[in-house]
């Protein structure tokens, strides 16, 4: 069973700092890995994708990739109220289609 | 809008009934995805299309789902005779490359009584 493990949290970070996440996956064929964000009762909204290891850039964000670890994180930066999601990591599975979710780590940034 | 559209929003039904749900992908993607999501949970996979081809299906979908994508485009998922474990948001996604993001839609949140 291929797994995407992440800390369920909830994060607790003060604006405008830097908030840290983390995830970890099983499935060592994977070459595609992406970040989603999700608030209450809405459906997932891609944030990222990386494919080579090292660091992506896009704005307040930041993925991070190291594969011969077999591990993902996101910073965000200058933190804000409205960055208080779930964030989601996903991996694509090396032998199919899908894409496997980790079950999300909840952030909450307080003022 | 050109994103991922799904019908209806909300559904609420009995446990027995039939449900179906529809999904309209981005246009130009090629590739079609239902996932399941329950609380607390990420989503988890439930089939693939690409194109009117059905490709992959996960082990969660019972003898009691169905999804089609007759012409390549929209594609429908229904559910026969509802059980309470049914409840759950079913969301579509929709991609155009094996390794590219896949874009979701609203979902539609289905409520069994």
């Known amino acids: 069973q291929k797994e995407v493990e992440q800390n369920s949290g909830p994060l607790s970070v003060p604006e405008g700092a830097i908030a840290s996440l983390n995830c970890t996956y099983s499935d060592r064929g994977s070459q595609s890995f992406f970040w989603y964000r999700q608030y209450s009762g809405k459906s997932p909204e891609l944030i990222m994708s990386?494919?080579?290891?090292g660091d992506k850039e896009d704005g307040r964000f930041t993925a991070q990739l190291n594969k011969a670890s077999q591990y993902v994180s996101l910073l965000i930066r200058d933190s804000q109220p409205s960055d208080s999601a779930t964030y989601l990591c996903?991996?694509?599975?090396?032998?199919?289609?899908?894409?496997?979710f980790g079950s999300g780590t909840r952030l909450s940034i307080r003022p | 809008d050109t994103g991922v559209s799904q019908n209806p929003r909300h559904k609420i039904t009995k446990r027995g009934q039939n449900v179906t749900f529809r999904c309209d992908p981005i246009s130009e993607h090629n590739r079609l995805y239902w996932y399941r999501q329950t609380l607390g949970q990420g989503p988890e996979f439930l089939t693939y299309f690409q194109n009117e081809a059905q490709l992959e299906k996960s082990r969660l979908l019972s003898d009691r789902f169905s999804a089609e994508r007759p012409k390549g485009s929209f594609s429908t998922l229904e559910i026969q005779r509802t059980e309470q474990g049914d409840s759950a948001m079913y969301l579509c996604a929709s991609g155009s490359g094996i390794n590219q993001p896949q874009h979701f839609g609203d979902g539609t949140r289905l409520s069994i009584l």
């Open positions: 996903a991996v694509k599975d090396s032998s199919a289609s899908k894409i496997i």
């Open positions: 990386i494919y080579s290891n």
